[in-house]
């Protein structure tokens, strides 16, 4: 997201229940690196860029990002969200391993920590806006697209409390001033799951509706569009028909869907899916945070790439991942399956596993990787051992080619955040069709079913995985569908929330964390052994919603609902 705007201004800002002042005397200067109220409140291009800045929020914790502020969810971040899940294991911790090993509480949520308030400083910030925009000078047609993001990203906030929390306190267009009552109750009624989804959905409606079909041109590239509001929607809506939240019907999340693919404007990227995350943009892209050489984030070549090249190992993908991926004749690796060889598990496997995941004999910057030991380059046996991947594995989506993996800084990092591809839409529409009409019915107002979503995914070019077979059931194609999130999306911070709303997490999320010994033998073959990679790793009910900050309970005088177990 192309946006460079370093806007702090005297408004109360700070999360829901943290006010501060600006009270005056006569020793206060006016700092050179803020904006004062009424400059925002009557200058146009300056409110603007404050409207753009919300897309951003404030960094609240060591290592979020690096160079420029977190956007959504958590990004591109030293520990990614894939590492609070069975997708990968951050190498170095960083507050993530208490996550794994079921340790959250109220007064230590590690690397998931700052949800809670970053969010509800981003709804003032968003209610601030909206009661701002009826006093600038601009015209009507530019007033309601700024209306529209605003919208826009107040929804995308709640989405993302309700995804994390379940039940939220709803601010409506409230501003919270200094004179006002912060002990009332209703600042801190958490309402249903039900009425939470159905405001936020509300709002991403009404976004769509005064949003551009296209973010190109004179439109900054990586703002909201129709479509993003309308994807953005439908994933909410999916959310709600799922089993943890029982908060609305399958019927409706197929409609939401729908909705974004009747756009036409849409279509999956045939130019390889590993290259698709590397470039700035595409048809599949709707919404997604573009990064310019003045707004570095994290080098993600240093900070995941393997030992023996100078890397960091970062998220390193597990074996449970690993096993996700099917081989090309469209059945699972195991040995029951002609096409797989125990001596060369990685052969034959699904394109999308050597664009995902770095393994031993994988072809990466001028050599192979090897992962082996003894001796191999990017084994403990390899140079800055230290940063040896405890799985055995390391990641490749994401990773630029053309970018240094060593002394990157200032030139790598460029790549793009995609928050939304029509997989996704297709996905979602393909989960609800398939639980509201079958696998085969064409579901009311669509022109493809189920099966057909999945399989154009699965055809895309670089891709060109089987067709799910003919005739399959709707248990099947459940089981079909999950699976197919889980290499389509991997990475990109689905995975967490997936498990939870189908209720599997805690079988998912309390198996081993998986790794791979891999020992080179005398006349050259491998020998693979299976190992933990880290211990103790836990689930339990509570954890299908964090815990709310133990600071906001008592910030509210304990009038805020602590969620179950916590």
């Given amino acids: 997201?192309?946006?460079?705007?370093?806007?702090?201004?005297?408004?109360?800002?700070?999360?829901?229940?943290?006010?501060?002042?600006?009270?005056?005397?006569?020793?206060?200067?006016?700092?050179?690196?803020?904006?004062?109220?009424?400059?925002?409140e009557t200058d146009s291009a300056v409110f603007e860029a404050f409207v753009t800045n919300g897309y951003i929020g404030t960094r609240l914790q060591d290592k979020e990002a690096d160079g420029t502020n977190p956007g959504f969810g958590r990004g591109f971040e030293y520990s990614m969200a894939s590492s609070f899940t069975d997708e990968s294991l951050y190498n170095n911790d960083d507050n993530t391993w208490m996550v794994q090993r079921g340790q959250l509480a109220p007064e230590n949520l590690g690397a998931l920590g700052v949800l809670w308030g970053r969010s509800?400083?981003?709804?003032?910030?968003?209610?601030?806006?909206?009661?701002?925009?009826?006093?600038?000078?601009?015209?009507?047609?530019?007033?309601?697209m700024l209306e529209g993001e605003i919208k826009f990203i107040r929804a995308f906030r709640y989405l993302d409390l309700i995804r994390n929390y379940g039940r939220v306190v709803l601010m409506g267009d409230r501003v919270l001033g200094l004179n006002d009552n912060l002990q009332?109750?209703?600042?801190?009624?958490?309402?249903?799951?039900?009425?939470g989804i159905d405001y936020a959905a509300a709002q991403f409606a009404e976004a769509a509706e005064k949003l551009p079909q296209d973010n190109g041109g004179n439109w900054v590239s990586g703002r909201a569009t129709k479509g993003a509001a309308l994807a953005l929607r439908g994933r909410l809506l999916l959310y709600a028909a799922s089993p943890l939240y029982n908060a609305g019907t399958w019927a409706d999340a197929v409609t939401a869907s729908q909705q974004v693919m009747s756009l036409n404007k849409y279509a999956l990227y045939?130019?390889?899916?590993?290259?698709?995350?590397?470039?700035?943009?595409?048809?599949?892209?709707?919404?997604?945070?573009?990064?310019?050489?003045?707004?570095?984030?994290?080098?993600m070549e240093i900070a995941n790439g393997p030992n023996g090249y100078g890397g960091w190992a970062g998220n390193t993908p597990m074996q449970n991942m690993v096993d996700a991926y099917q081989l090309t004749n469209g059945l699972p690796a195991n040995?029951?399956?002609?096409?797989?060889?125990?001596?060369?598990?990685?052969?034959?496997?699904d394109p999308r596993f050597a664009a995902t995941i770095l393994y031993n004999g994988a072809p990466y910057r001028g050599r192979n990787v090897e992962t082996f030991i003894p001796g191999g380059k990017d084994s403990r046996d390899g140079q800055d051992n230290w940063n040896t991947s405890k799985t055995g594995y390391y990641l490749k989506k994401y990773m630029n080619d053309a970018y240094p993996l060593q002394n990157p800084w200032g030139n790598a990092g460029f790549q793009p955040w995609i928050y939304i591809r029509y997989a996704e839409v297709l996905l979602n529409f393909a989960e609800a069709s398939n639980e509201a009409y079958g696998p085969q019915a064409v579901a009311p107002g669509s022109s493809i079913s189920a099966v057909q979503a999945i399989n154009m995914i699965r055809a895309r070019q670089g891709v060109n995985m089987p067709a799910l077979p003919a005739g399959i059931n709707q248990t099947d194609m459940r089981l079909a569908i999950r699976n197919e999130r889980q290499v389509e999306l991997?990475?990109?911070?689905?995975?967490?929330?997936?498990?939870?709303?189908?209720?599997?997490?805690?079988?998912?999320?309390?198996?081993?964390?998986?790794?791979?010994?891999?020992?080179?033998?005398?006349?050259?073959?491998?020998?693979?052994?299976?190992?933990?990679?880290?211990?103790?790793?836990r689930f339990e009910t509570k954890h299908y919603w964090l815990p709310i900050p133990r600071s906001e309970i008592l910030t509210s005088n304990n009038q805020l609902e602590q969620n179950p177990g916590y």
């Avoid at 006010?19 to 904006?35: H, V, Y």
């Avoid at 109750?185 to 039900?194: A, M, N, Q, V």
């Fill in 490 to 537: 991997a990475y990109e911070e689905h995975r967490f929330y997936d498990v939870r709303r189908w209720q599997i997490a805690a079988v998912t999320e309390n198996e081993p964390a998986k790794g791979i010994i891999i020992t080179k033998n005398s006349n050259g073959t491998f020998t693979y052994t299976p190992k933990v990679a880290l211990d103790g790793r």
């Fill in 120 to 144: 509800y400083r981003s709804i003032r910030e968003c209610n601030y806006a909206l009661s701002v925009l009826a006093k600038i000078d601009m015209s009507a047609g530019h007033k309601r």
């Fill in 184 to 195: 009332d109750p209703s600042l801190f009624k958490r309402e249903t799951i039900k009425e």
């Fill in 335 to 349: 040995t029951s399956n002609p096409l797989y060889n125990p001596a060369n598990p990685y052969a034959n496997r």
């Fill in 270 to 299: 045939q130019g390889g899916y590993g290259n698709m995350f590397l470039i700035n943009e595409s048809d599949e892209a709707i919404f997604q945070r573009l990064y310019t050489r003045n707004a570095n984030h994290v080098h």
């Fill in 1 to 40: 997201m192309k946006y460079n705007y370093k806007l702090p201004v005297f408004i109360v800002i700070g999360s829901l229940f943290t006010l501060g002042s600006c009270k005056k005397d006569f020793l206060e200067t006016t700092a050179t690196d803020r904006i004062p109220t009424n400059t925002l």
